[in-house]
Protein backbone atom coordinates (compact mmCIF):
# COMPACT_ATOMS: atom_id res chain seq x y z
CA UNK A 1 0.00 0.00 0.00
CA UNK A 2 1.56 2.98 -0.95
CA UNK A 3 1.97 6.33 1.39
CA UNK A 4 0.16 9.44 1.64
CA UNK A 5 1.88 12.01 2.35
CA UNK A 6 0.82 15.16 4.25
CA UNK A 7 -1.42 17.62 2.82
CA UNK A 8 0.15 20.57 1.16
CA UNK A 9 -2.70 22.55 0.40
CA UNK A 10 -5.95 22.39 0.54
CA UNK A 11 -7.49 24.82 -1.20
CA UNK A 12 -7.35 26.20 -4.78
CA UNK A 13 -4.62 28.21 -6.12
CA UNK A 14 -5.78 31.64 -6.73
CA UNK A 15 -9.07 33.18 -5.58
CA UNK A 16 -10.84 32.15 -2.88
CA UNK A 17 -13.92 33.09 -5.25
CA UNK A 18 -12.89 31.21 -8.18
CA UNK A 19 -16.33 29.53 -9.64
CA UNK A 20 -15.80 25.56 -10.79
CA UNK A 21 -15.28 25.42 -14.75
CA UNK A 22 -17.75 22.19 -14.64
CA UNK A 23 -19.37 19.79 -12.50
CA UNK A 24 -16.74 17.77 -11.16
CA UNK A 25 -14.84 20.80 -9.79
CA UNK A 26 -18.04 21.86 -8.07
CA UNK A 27 -18.07 18.35 -6.34
CA UNK A 28 -14.40 18.90 -5.18
CA UNK A 29 -14.58 22.33 -4.09
CA UNK A 30 -17.80 21.00 -2.17
CA UNK A 31 -15.91 18.01 -0.72
CA UNK A 32 -12.83 20.02 0.71
CA UNK A 33 -15.42 22.72 2.08
CA UNK A 34 -17.03 19.99 4.14
CA UNK A 35 -14.32 18.32 5.15
CA UNK A 36 -14.39 15.24 3.64
CA UNK A 37 -10.93 15.38 2.41
CA UNK A 38 -7.93 17.19 3.56
CA UNK A 39 -6.27 17.07 -0.02
CA UNK A 40 -7.68 15.88 -3.29
CA UNK A 41 -5.47 12.50 -4.51
CA UNK A 42 -6.51 11.64 -8.51
CA UNK A 43 -4.87 9.37 -11.08
CA UNK A 44 -4.70 8.52 -14.58
CA UNK A 45 -4.56 5.08 -14.96
CA UNK A 46 -3.69 4.22 -18.78
CA UNK A 47 -3.42 0.50 -19.88
CA UNK A 48 0.34 0.35 -21.02
CA UNK A 49 -1.19 -1.28 -24.36
CA UNK A 50 -0.94 1.37 -26.88
CA UNK A 51 0.10 5.31 -27.46
CA UNK A 52 -2.11 8.11 -25.65
CA UNK A 53 -4.27 10.10 -27.83
CA UNK A 54 -5.81 13.58 -28.01
CA UNK A 55 -8.99 11.91 -25.99
CA UNK A 56 -6.17 10.72 -22.95
CA UNK A 57 -4.72 14.29 -23.13
CA UNK A 58 -8.69 15.45 -22.16
CA UNK A 59 -8.42 12.75 -19.42
CA UNK A 60 -4.72 13.73 -18.11
CA UNK A 61 -5.76 17.72 -18.16
CA UNK A 62 -8.77 17.10 -16.28
CA UNK A 63 -7.05 14.73 -13.51
CA UNK A 64 -3.61 16.16 -13.76
CA UNK A 65 -4.90 19.90 -13.24
CA UNK A 66 -7.60 19.30 -10.65
CA UNK A 67 -4.70 18.07 -8.83
CA UNK A 68 -2.97 20.80 -9.67
CA UNK A 69 -5.58 23.63 -8.85
CA UNK A 70 -6.50 22.18 -5.61
CA UNK A 71 -3.43 21.22 -4.28
CA UNK A 72 -3.78 17.65 -4.19
CA UNK A 73 -1.54 15.07 -5.52
CA UNK A 74 -2.37 12.45 -8.73
CA UNK A 75 -0.86 8.96 -9.63
CA UNK A 76 0.31 7.60 -12.54
CA UNK A 77 -1.04 4.21 -12.70
CA UNK A 78 -0.42 1.78 -15.28
CA UNK A 79 -3.27 -0.75 -15.66
CA UNK A 80 -1.26 -4.07 -16.76
CA UNK A 81 -3.57 -6.60 -16.14
CA UNK A 82 -3.87 -7.98 -19.70
CA UNK A 83 0.01 -8.92 -20.34
CA UNK A 84 -0.42 -10.17 -24.09
CA UNK A 85 -1.27 -6.87 -25.23
CA UNK A 86 1.27 -4.66 -23.08
CA UNK A 87 5.16 -3.67 -23.39
CA UNK A 88 7.58 -1.39 -21.90
CA UNK A 89 7.92 0.86 -25.29
CA UNK A 90 4.27 1.39 -24.43
CA UNK A 91 5.03 2.46 -21.04
CA UNK A 92 7.70 4.58 -21.64
CA UNK A 93 5.42 6.67 -24.43
CA UNK A 94 3.34 7.17 -21.70
CA UNK A 95 5.24 8.63 -19.44
CA UNK A 96 7.34 10.64 -22.06
CA UNK A 97 3.28 12.13 -23.38
CA UNK A 98 2.20 13.23 -20.48
CA UNK A 99 5.76 14.71 -18.93
CA UNK A 100 5.15 16.60 -22.58
CA UNK A 101 1.99 18.18 -21.70
CA UNK A 102 3.65 19.75 -18.61
CA UNK A 103 2.45 17.18 -15.99
CA UNK A 104 4.18 16.00 -13.18
CA UNK A 105 2.66 12.72 -10.88
CA UNK A 106 3.48 14.18 -7.99
CA UNK A 107 1.58 11.15 -6.01
CA UNK A 108 3.74 8.94 -7.68
CA UNK A 109 3.60 6.37 -10.23
CA UNK A 110 2.35 2.87 -9.86
CA UNK A 111 0.83 -0.22 -12.05
CA UNK A 112 -1.75 -2.96 -10.99
CA UNK A 113 0.90 -5.71 -11.04
CA UNK A 114 2.41 -3.95 -7.58
CA UNK A 115 -0.94 -5.12 -5.92
CA UNK A 116 -1.27 -8.25 -7.39
CA UNK A 117 -0.42 -9.64 -4.46
CA UNK A 118 -3.14 -7.22 -2.30
CA UNK A 119 -5.72 -8.61 -5.19
CA UNK A 120 -5.49 -11.73 -4.79
CA UNK A 121 -5.78 -11.31 -0.96
CA UNK A 122 -9.17 -9.51 -1.51
CA UNK A 123 -10.07 -12.18 -4.02
CA UNK A 124 -10.02 -14.94 -1.19
CA UNK A 125 -11.67 -12.23 1.31
CA UNK A 126 -14.47 -12.33 -1.12
CA UNK A 127 -14.54 -16.66 -1.13
CA UNK A 128 -14.48 -16.75 2.32
CA UNK A 129 -17.11 -14.33 3.00
CA UNK A 130 -19.41 -16.25 0.31
CA UNK A 131 -19.46 -13.41 -2.50
CA UNK A 132 -16.99 -15.19 -5.45
CA UNK A 133 -16.81 -18.68 -6.27
CA UNK A 134 -15.06 -20.90 -8.75
CA UNK A 135 -16.99 -21.42 -12.17
CA UNK A 136 -16.38 -24.31 -14.88
CA UNK A 137 -19.11 -22.69 -17.47
CA UNK A 138 -17.67 -22.10 -20.68
CA UNK A 139 -17.44 -18.14 -21.83
CA UNK A 140 -20.20 -19.38 -24.39
CA UNK A 141 -22.60 -20.87 -21.78
CA UNK A 142 -21.32 -17.86 -19.29
CA UNK A 143 -23.07 -15.22 -21.74
CA UNK A 144 -26.26 -17.25 -22.58
CA UNK A 145 -26.86 -17.31 -18.66
CA UNK A 146 -26.41 -13.86 -18.43
CA UNK A 147 -29.52 -13.01 -19.47
CA UNK A 148 -30.86 -9.63 -21.08
CA UNK A 149 -31.21 -6.25 -20.14
CA UNK A 150 -35.03 -7.58 -19.62
CA UNK A 151 -34.44 -10.68 -18.53
CA UNK A 152 -32.98 -12.12 -15.43
CA UNK A 153 -30.11 -14.15 -15.78
CA UNK A 154 -29.71 -17.82 -14.78
CA UNK A 155 -27.67 -19.32 -11.80
CA UNK A 156 -24.39 -21.19 -12.83
CA UNK A 157 -24.34 -24.55 -11.28
CA UNK A 158 -21.32 -23.82 -9.48
CA UNK A 159 -23.22 -20.95 -7.43
CA UNK A 160 -23.80 -22.81 -4.70
CA UNK A 161 -20.34 -24.51 -4.13
CA UNK A 162 -18.81 -24.20 -0.96
CA UNK A 163 -16.14 -21.32 0.15
CA UNK A 164 -14.15 -24.04 1.12
CA UNK A 165 -14.00 -25.91 -2.14
CA UNK A 166 -13.71 -22.51 -4.26
CA UNK A 167 -10.77 -21.39 -2.13
CA UNK A 168 -8.85 -24.57 -2.82
CA UNK A 169 -9.75 -24.40 -6.44
CA UNK A 170 -8.34 -20.42 -6.67
CA UNK A 171 -5.53 -21.90 -4.61
CA UNK A 172 -4.72 -23.94 -7.58
CA UNK A 173 -5.71 -21.97 -10.33
CA UNK A 174 -2.51 -19.91 -8.98
CA UNK A 175 -0.56 -22.11 -8.54
CA UNK A 176 -1.09 -23.01 -12.55
CA UNK A 177 -2.72 -26.81 -11.69
CA UNK A 178 -5.52 -25.96 -14.08
CA UNK A 179 -4.88 -25.10 -18.43
CA UNK A 180 -6.23 -21.28 -19.71
CA UNK A 181 -9.45 -21.37 -19.60
CA UNK A 182 -10.57 -24.32 -17.20
CA UNK A 183 -12.40 -22.41 -14.28
CA UNK A 184 -12.69 -18.63 -13.55
CA UNK A 185 -13.62 -16.77 -10.14
CA UNK A 186 -16.99 -14.65 -10.09
CA UNK A 187 -18.02 -12.29 -8.03
CA UNK A 188 -21.60 -14.09 -5.73
CA UNK A 189 -24.06 -10.38 -6.44
CA UNK A 190 -27.29 -11.41 -8.10
CA UNK A 191 -28.12 -13.00 -11.29
CA UNK A 192 -31.12 -11.05 -11.52
CA UNK A 193 -29.63 -7.69 -10.95
CA UNK A 194 -30.91 -4.82 -14.05
CA UNK A 195 -27.52 -3.70 -13.89
CA UNK A 196 -26.03 -6.92 -16.32
CA UNK A 197 -22.31 -5.94 -14.83
CA UNK A 198 -24.05 -7.14 -11.56
CA UNK A 199 -24.97 -10.56 -12.54
CA UNK A 200 -21.81 -12.42 -10.80
CA UNK A 201 -18.89 -10.37 -13.01
CA UNK A 202 -15.77 -12.63 -13.60
CA UNK A 203 -12.74 -11.36 -11.19
CA UNK A 204 -9.84 -13.89 -12.27
CA UNK A 205 -9.16 -15.99 -14.87
CA UNK A 206 -6.34 -18.08 -15.92
CA UNK A 207 -3.83 -16.91 -18.63
CA UNK A 208 -0.46 -17.97 -18.89
CA UNK A 209 1.38 -14.93 -20.36
CA UNK A 210 4.64 -13.42 -19.52
CA UNK A 211 4.28 -10.05 -17.89
CA UNK A 212 6.26 -7.09 -19.03
CA UNK A 213 7.03 -6.43 -15.05
CA UNK A 214 5.97 -10.00 -13.47
CA UNK A 215 7.65 -12.39 -16.21
CA UNK A 216 5.92 -15.56 -15.53
CA UNK A 217 5.32 -14.97 -11.29
CA UNK A 218 1.86 -15.21 -12.29
CA UNK A 219 -0.80 -17.11 -14.03
CA UNK A 220 -3.54 -15.88 -13.06
CA UNK A 221 -4.63 -12.27 -13.71
CA UNK A 222 -7.54 -9.87 -12.36
CA UNK A 223 -10.12 -8.30 -14.59
CA UNK A 224 -10.00 -4.64 -14.91
CA UNK A 225 -13.83 -4.18 -12.68
CA UNK A 226 -12.00 -6.08 -10.19
CA UNK A 227 -8.19 -4.37 -9.92
CA UNK A 228 -9.92 -0.78 -10.75
CA UNK A 229 -11.89 0.13 -7.40
CA UNK A 230 -9.41 -1.74 -5.55
CA UNK A 231 -6.39 0.01 -6.95
CA UNK A 232 -7.93 3.43 -6.09
CA UNK A 233 -8.64 2.48 -2.54
CA UNK A 234 -4.72 1.14 -2.06
CA UNK A 235 -3.79 4.27 -3.32
CA UNK A 236 -6.28 6.86 -1.32
CA UNK A 237 -7.54 7.92 -4.21
CA UNK A 238 -10.54 10.56 -3.35
CA UNK A 239 -11.50 10.93 -6.72
CA UNK A 240 -11.51 8.76 -9.61
CA UNK A 241 -12.36 10.67 -12.62
CA UNK A 242 -13.41 8.24 -15.20
CA UNK A 243 -15.04 8.28 -19.16
CA UNK A 244 -18.40 7.88 -19.53
CA UNK A 245 -18.16 4.47 -20.70
CA UNK A 246 -17.83 3.37 -16.98
CA UNK A 247 -20.90 5.02 -15.36
CA UNK A 248 -22.91 1.49 -15.77
CA UNK A 249 -19.59 -0.22 -14.16
CA UNK A 250 -19.90 2.44 -10.92
CA UNK A 251 -22.46 -0.09 -8.69
CA UNK A 252 -19.91 -3.10 -9.58
CA UNK A 253 -16.97 -0.65 -8.25
CA UNK A 254 -18.71 0.81 -5.35
CA UNK A 255 -19.76 -3.22 -4.07
CA UNK A 256 -16.17 -4.42 -4.31
CA UNK A 257 -15.24 -1.42 -2.08
CA UNK A 258 -17.98 -1.58 0.40
CA UNK A 259 -17.98 -5.74 0.87
CA UNK A 260 -14.27 -5.15 1.26
CA UNK A 261 -14.55 -2.62 3.70
CA UNK A 262 -11.48 -0.66 2.03
CA UNK A 263 -10.94 3.49 1.34
CA UNK A 264 -14.07 4.07 -0.23
CA UNK A 265 -12.90 6.04 -3.48
CA UNK A 266 -15.55 8.03 -5.34
CA UNK A 267 -16.18 7.13 -9.09
CA UNK A 268 -16.88 10.22 -11.27
CA UNK A 269 -17.59 9.69 -15.24
CA UNK A 270 -17.42 12.50 -17.56
CA UNK A 271 -18.33 12.48 -21.52
CA UNK A 272 -15.00 11.32 -23.17
CA UNK A 273 -13.49 13.45 -26.39
CA UNK A 274 -14.85 12.42 -29.77
CA UNK A 275 -12.95 13.69 -32.72
CA UNK A 276 -13.97 14.24 -36.14
CA UNK A 277 -12.18 12.31 -38.97
CA UNK A 278 -10.55 10.39 -37.08
CA UNK A 279 -10.63 7.01 -35.05
CA UNK A 280 -10.01 7.22 -30.85
CA UNK A 281 -9.66 3.55 -30.57
CA UNK A 282 -6.18 1.97 -29.59
CA UNK A 283 -7.22 -1.16 -31.52
CA UNK A 284 -7.90 0.76 -34.61
CA UNK A 285 -5.25 2.80 -34.39
CA UNK A 286 -3.12 -0.35 -33.77
CA UNK A 287 -4.26 -1.49 -36.70
CA UNK A 288 -3.20 0.96 -38.57
CA UNK A 289 -0.63 0.92 -37.46
CA UNK A 290 0.39 -2.70 -38.18
CA UNK A 291 -0.90 -2.69 -41.76
CA UNK A 292 1.53 0.32 -42.91
CA UNK A 293 -1.07 2.91 -43.38
CA UNK A 294 0.65 5.07 -41.12
CA UNK A 295 4.55 5.78 -40.30
CA UNK A 296 4.05 4.29 -37.04
CA UNK A 297 1.85 5.36 -33.43
CA UNK A 298 3.96 8.62 -34.28
CA UNK A 299 2.92 9.43 -37.78
CA UNK A 300 1.99 13.18 -38.31
CA UNK A 301 -2.12 12.05 -39.34
CA UNK A 302 -2.76 9.92 -36.01
CA UNK A 303 -4.79 11.58 -32.99
CA UNK A 304 -1.98 10.71 -30.75
CA UNK A 305 -0.15 12.73 -28.52
CA UNK A 306 3.01 11.79 -30.50
CA UNK A 307 1.98 11.93 -33.74
CA UNK A 308 0.81 15.78 -32.83
CA UNK A 309 4.06 16.39 -31.04
CA UNK A 310 5.51 15.32 -34.21
CA UNK A 311 3.27 17.29 -36.48
CA UNK A 312 3.98 20.34 -34.58
CA UNK A 313 1.68 20.94 -32.05
CA UNK A 314 2.48 22.05 -28.66
CA UNK A 315 1.82 21.54 -24.99
CA UNK A 316 0.18 24.90 -24.57
CA UNK A 317 -2.03 24.15 -27.65
CA UNK A 318 -3.24 20.82 -26.40
CA UNK A 319 -4.10 22.42 -23.15
CA UNK A 320 -5.92 24.77 -24.18
CA UNK A 321 -8.08 22.76 -26.38
CA UNK A 322 -9.35 20.49 -23.64
CA UNK A 323 -9.74 23.71 -21.98
CA UNK A 324 -12.27 25.06 -24.25
CA UNK A 325 -13.58 21.39 -25.23
CA UNK A 326 -14.76 21.83 -21.75
CA UNK A 327 -15.86 18.67 -19.23
CA UNK A 328 -19.59 17.56 -19.64
CA UNK A 329 -21.98 14.47 -19.23
CA UNK A 330 -23.11 14.47 -22.83
CA UNK A 331 -21.32 12.58 -25.28
CA UNK A 332 -20.54 14.87 -28.19
CA UNK A 333 -18.33 14.63 -31.50
CA UNK A 334 -15.60 18.14 -31.53
CA UNK A 335 -14.46 19.36 -34.93
CA UNK A 336 -10.78 18.97 -35.74
CA UNK A 337 -10.63 22.48 -37.00
CA UNK A 338 -10.67 23.41 -32.63
CA UNK A 339 -7.86 21.61 -32.10
CA UNK A 340 -6.17 23.80 -35.32
CA UNK A 341 -7.25 27.10 -34.19
CA UNK A 342 -5.98 26.53 -30.69
CA UNK A 343 -2.57 25.57 -32.45
CA UNK A 344 -2.86 28.96 -34.57
CA UNK A 345 -3.58 31.08 -31.79
CA UNK A 346 -0.65 30.01 -29.54
CA UNK A 347 1.78 29.49 -32.74
CA UNK A 348 0.99 33.53 -33.91
CA UNK A 349 2.22 34.80 -30.47
CA UNK A 350 5.23 32.41 -29.87
CA UNK A 351 6.69 31.04 -33.63
CA UNK A 352 9.24 33.13 -35.31
CA UNK A 353 8.77 33.69 -38.87
CA UNK A 354 10.86 32.09 -41.71
CA UNK A 355 10.61 32.14 -45.67
CA UNK A 356 10.61 29.31 -47.94
CA UNK A 357 9.53 28.27 -51.02
CA UNK A 358 7.63 25.19 -51.81
CA UNK A 359 7.36 24.97 -55.42
CA UNK A 360 10.05 27.59 -56.63
CA UNK A 361 10.67 28.67 -60.15
CA UNK A 362 13.38 31.61 -60.43
CA UNK A 363 13.22 34.86 -59.76
CA UNK A 364 15.65 36.78 -61.71
CA UNK A 365 16.07 40.42 -60.85
CA UNK A 366 17.78 41.84 -64.10
CA UNK A 367 18.44 45.62 -63.09
CA UNK A 368 20.18 44.45 -59.68
CA UNK A 369 23.79 44.43 -59.48
CA UNK A 370 25.32 40.85 -61.05
CA UNK A 371 27.88 40.23 -58.06
CA UNK A 372 26.27 42.16 -55.55
CA UNK A 373 24.55 40.61 -52.25
CA UNK A 374 23.31 42.65 -49.39
CA UNK A 375 21.85 41.60 -46.33
CA UNK A 376 18.30 43.00 -45.50
CA UNK A 377 16.53 42.98 -41.90
CA UNK A 378 13.11 40.70 -41.57
CA UNK A 379 11.42 41.05 -38.22
CA UNK A 380 11.18 37.88 -36.58
CA UNK A 381 7.83 37.52 -34.89
CA UNK A 382 5.38 40.90 -35.12
CA UNK A 383 3.47 39.58 -32.49
CA UNK A 384 6.52 39.35 -30.25
CA UNK A 385 8.70 42.87 -30.15
CA UNK A 386 11.36 40.75 -27.95
CA UNK A 387 11.92 38.33 -30.84
CA UNK A 388 13.88 40.93 -32.71
CA UNK A 389 15.27 40.32 -36.72
CA UNK A 390 17.47 38.14 -38.98
CA UNK A 391 18.97 39.15 -41.98
CA UNK A 392 17.67 37.39 -45.22
CA UNK A 393 20.60 37.78 -48.47
CA UNK A 394 19.32 39.28 -51.14
CA UNK A 395 20.62 38.96 -55.02
CA UNK A 396 19.57 39.26 -58.61
CA UNK A 397 18.74 35.85 -58.67
CA UNK A 398 16.07 34.58 -56.13
CA UNK A 399 13.71 31.84 -55.98
CA UNK A 400 9.67 32.48 -55.91
CA UNK A 401 6.25 30.10 -55.85
CA UNK A 402 4.98 28.68 -58.99
CA UNK A 403 1.53 30.00 -58.31
CA UNK A 404 2.41 33.21 -57.36
CA UNK A 405 2.55 33.86 -61.20
CA UNK A 406 0.04 33.52 -63.80
CA UNK A 407 0.39 35.08 -67.50
CA UNK A 408 -3.17 35.96 -67.46
CA UNK A 409 -4.36 37.76 -64.91
CA UNK A 410 -7.41 40.03 -63.68
CA UNK A 411 -7.92 43.23 -61.32
CA UNK A 412 -7.89 41.30 -58.28
CA UNK A 413 -4.40 39.05 -58.42
CA UNK A 414 -2.14 41.03 -56.51
CA UNK A 415 0.38 38.85 -57.09
CA UNK A 416 3.06 38.39 -59.80
CA UNK A 417 1.85 39.04 -63.93
CA UNK A 418 2.22 40.82 -66.74
CA UNK A 419 1.48 44.38 -65.57
CA UNK A 420 1.95 44.00 -62.47
CA UNK A 421 3.86 44.94 -59.59
CA UNK A 422 4.57 43.61 -56.06
CA UNK A 423 6.30 44.02 -52.94
CA UNK A 424 8.99 40.97 -52.30
CA UNK A 425 8.74 40.66 -48.18
CA UNK A 426 10.86 42.63 -46.22
CA UNK A 427 13.25 43.68 -49.45
CA UNK A 428 11.77 45.79 -52.18
CA UNK A 429 9.30 46.72 -54.66
CA UNK A 430 9.52 44.96 -58.24
CA UNK A 431 7.46 45.33 -61.61
CA UNK A 432 7.26 42.47 -64.41
CA UNK A 433 9.41 42.20 -67.28
CA UNK A 434 9.19 39.01 -68.64
CA UNK A 435 8.84 35.54 -68.62
CA UNK A 436 10.39 32.37 -69.86
CA UNK A 437 8.42 28.89 -70.50
CA UNK A 438 9.91 25.45 -71.69
CA UNK A 439 8.62 23.12 -74.64
CA UNK A 440 5.96 21.65 -72.31
CA UNK A 441 4.62 25.38 -71.44
CA UNK A 442 6.05 24.66 -67.84
CA UNK A 443 7.13 28.53 -66.04
CA UNK A 444 10.41 28.36 -65.69
CA UNK A 445 11.94 31.78 -64.68
CA UNK A 446 10.33 34.95 -64.23
CA UNK A 447 12.02 38.49 -64.74
CA UNK A 448 11.44 41.35 -62.99
CA UNK A 449 12.97 44.85 -62.05
CA UNK A 450 13.05 46.58 -58.70
CA UNK A 451 13.65 49.87 -57.34
CA UNK A 452 16.61 50.67 -55.55
CA UNK A 453 14.54 53.56 -53.57
CA UNK A 454 11.69 51.22 -52.44
CA UNK A 455 13.91 49.17 -49.62
CA UNK A 456 11.61 48.27 -46.78
CA UNK A 457 11.92 50.38 -43.56
CA UNK A 458 13.12 53.14 -45.80
CA UNK A 459 11.01 53.07 -48.65
CA UNK A 460 10.80 56.80 -50.35
CA UNK A 461 9.44 55.34 -54.04
CA UNK A 462 6.17 56.93 -53.73
CA UNK A 463 4.81 53.43 -55.16
CA UNK A 464 1.73 51.11 -53.74
CA UNK A 465 1.97 47.69 -53.94
CA UNK A 466 -0.65 45.90 -53.37
CA UNK A 467 0.70 42.51 -52.98
CA UNK A 468 3.64 41.03 -51.26
CA UNK A 469 5.24 37.72 -52.13
CA UNK A 470 8.03 35.89 -50.06
CA UNK A 471 11.00 34.73 -51.73
CA UNK A 472 14.51 32.76 -50.93
CA UNK A 473 18.16 33.69 -52.11
CA UNK A 474 18.98 30.77 -54.70
CA UNK A 475 22.72 30.94 -53.55
CA UNK A 476 22.25 30.48 -50.13
CA UNK A 477 19.02 28.38 -49.98
CA UNK A 478 18.70 25.10 -48.05
CA UNK A 479 17.55 22.39 -49.91
CA UNK A 480 14.79 20.40 -48.17
CA UNK A 481 11.44 18.22 -48.19
CA UNK A 482 8.22 19.26 -46.92
CA UNK A 483 5.16 17.38 -46.15
CA UNK A 484 1.73 18.93 -46.00
CA UNK A 485 -0.55 16.72 -43.80
CA UNK A 486 -4.38 16.70 -44.02
CA UNK A 487 -7.31 15.15 -42.73
CA UNK A 488 -6.61 10.82 -42.10
CA UNK A 489 -10.03 10.11 -43.10
CA UNK A 490 -12.12 11.93 -45.34
CA UNK A 491 -15.55 10.96 -43.41
CA UNK A 492 -16.24 12.42 -40.23
CA UNK A 493 -17.22 9.78 -38.63
CA UNK A 494 -15.17 6.75 -40.08
CA UNK A 495 -16.27 4.20 -37.61
CA UNK A 496 -19.72 4.72 -37.57
CA UNK A 497 -21.06 3.11 -40.54
CA UNK A 498 -21.75 -0.62 -38.83
CA UNK A 499 -21.83 -2.18 -42.70
CA UNK A 500 -18.57 -0.90 -43.47
CA UNK A 501 -14.62 -1.20 -42.39
CA UNK A 502 -13.36 1.63 -41.02
CA UNK A 503 -10.52 1.88 -43.70
CA UNK A 504 -12.68 2.18 -46.55
CA UNK A 505 -13.07 6.19 -45.76
CA UNK A 506 -8.98 6.55 -45.55
CA UNK A 507 -8.30 10.23 -47.26
CA UNK A 508 -6.49 9.55 -50.17
CA UNK A 509 -4.74 13.08 -50.08
CA UNK A 510 -4.02 13.21 -46.30
CA UNK A 511 -0.48 13.51 -47.12
CA UNK A 512 1.38 15.39 -49.54
CA UNK A 513 5.40 15.55 -50.14
CA UNK A 514 7.01 18.83 -51.86
CA UNK A 515 10.76 18.08 -52.64
CA UNK A 516 13.18 20.23 -53.64
CA UNK A 517 11.82 22.78 -51.47
CA UNK A 518 13.99 25.89 -51.11
CA UNK A 519 14.33 27.13 -47.65
CA UNK A 520 15.82 30.67 -45.99
CA UNK A 521 19.52 29.60 -45.17
CA UNK A 522 18.75 30.72 -41.67
CA UNK A 523 17.06 27.66 -41.08
CA UNK A 524 19.78 25.15 -41.65
CA UNK A 525 20.20 25.49 -37.70
CA UNK A 526 16.79 24.98 -36.90
CA UNK A 527 15.46 23.46 -33.50
CA UNK A 528 13.17 20.31 -34.26
CA UNK A 529 11.60 21.15 -30.97
CA UNK A 530 10.89 24.89 -32.30
CA UNK A 531 7.98 25.66 -34.45
CA UNK A 532 8.01 28.45 -37.39
CA UNK A 533 5.90 30.04 -39.57
CA UNK A 534 6.39 29.85 -43.06
CA UNK A 535 5.34 33.02 -44.22
CA UNK A 536 1.81 33.26 -45.85
CA UNK A 537 2.19 29.32 -46.08
CA UNK A 538 1.24 27.73 -42.53
CA UNK A 539 3.21 26.73 -39.38
CA UNK A 540 5.89 24.31 -39.47
CA UNK A 541 8.26 21.92 -37.62
CA UNK A 542 11.37 19.97 -38.78
CA UNK A 543 10.90 16.28 -38.86
CA UNK A 544 13.42 15.07 -36.28
CA UNK A 545 12.94 11.28 -37.13
CA UNK A 546 12.22 11.58 -40.80
CA UNK A 547 15.38 14.07 -40.98
CA UNK A 548 17.57 11.33 -39.71
CA UNK A 549 16.31 8.38 -42.19
CA UNK A 550 16.71 10.79 -45.03
CA UNK A 551 20.20 13.19 -44.18
CA UNK A 552 18.10 15.52 -45.98
CA UNK A 553 16.13 18.11 -44.06
CA UNK A 554 12.29 17.22 -43.55
CA UNK A 555 9.43 19.73 -42.39
CA UNK A 556 6.10 18.92 -41.21
CA UNK A 557 3.59 21.44 -42.24
CA UNK A 558 1.44 21.33 -38.41
CA UNK A 559 -1.36 23.77 -39.74
CA UNK A 560 -2.30 26.49 -42.24
CA UNK A 561 -2.75 29.76 -41.16
CA UNK A 562 -6.44 29.56 -41.89
CA UNK A 563 -9.27 26.96 -41.36
CA UNK A 564 -9.13 25.89 -45.18
CA UNK A 565 -10.92 22.68 -45.01
CA UNK A 566 -13.92 22.31 -46.99
CA UNK A 567 -14.68 18.59 -46.02
Sequence with gaps: MSEHPAPEQAHPKGSENHEPAHFIEQIIKDDLAAGKHAQIHTRFPPEPNGYLHIGHAKAICLSFGLAERYG???NLRFDDTNPEKENQEYVDAIRRDVSWLGYEWNGGEFYTSDYFDTLYGFAVQLIKGGHAYVDHLTPEEMAAGKGTPTQAGTNSPWRSRSSAESLQLFEEMKAGVHPDGHGVLRAKIDMAHPNMHMRDPVIYRVKRAHHHRTGDDWCIYPMYDFAHGQSDSIEGITHSLCTLEFEVHRPLYEWFIETLEIFPSRQIEFARLNLDHTVMSKRKLLRLVEEGVVDGWDDPRMPTISGLRRRGFTPESIRTFCDRVGIAK??????????????????NRSANRAMAVLDPVKLVVTNYPEEQTEMLPSENNPEDPEAGSREMPFSKTLWMERDDFKEEANKKWFRLAPGKTVRLKSAYIIRYVDHVMDAEGRLQEVHVEYFPDSKSGSDTSGIKAKGTLHWVNAATAVDAEVR?????FSDPTPDGHADRDFTEFLNPDSLEIKTACKLEPSLAQADASRPYQFTRLGY???DEKRTAETGTPVWNRSVTLKDGWKG
Excluded: K, P, Q
Design 484 to 488: LYDRL
Design 72 to 74: GRV
Design 330 to 347: RENVIHFSLLEWALRDHL
Design 540 to 542: FVL
